[in-house]
């Protein structure tokens, strides 16, 4: 198990569109994908876990991979986050 934090830095936070960049970038992998937020833990391979967990811009976010393939799988949801998402 491997986990990072990382702050969200797209200015509208984890709505629908950046949700679903996250959630296709957690799908190219085998591991088990969460991120934690406040009492919350999310699938980061669910759309709908994510919108739930209400993220906002600046909310500081931990990822949590498990798998045999979480490093690569940690490297690039953290990569994802800290290109902003797409936006």
């Not at 500081?60 to 498990?66: A, G, K, S, V, Y």
């Amino acid at each position: 198990m491997v986990s990072q934090k990382v702050i969200i830095q797209n200015p509208t936070g984890l709505h629908l569109r950046p949700a679903g960049i996250l959630c296709k970038t957690a799908m190219q992998f085998k591991a088990l994908i969460t991120f934690t937020f406040e009492n919350t833990t999310a699938n980061a391979k669910s759309v709908l876990s994510v919108l739930g967990a209400c993220v906002k811009s600046g909310d500081e976010i931990e990822f949590i991979c498990e798998g045999v393939d979480e490093k690569a799988a940690l490297a690039a949801m953290i990569e994802a986050v800290e290109s902003g998402l797409g936006e």
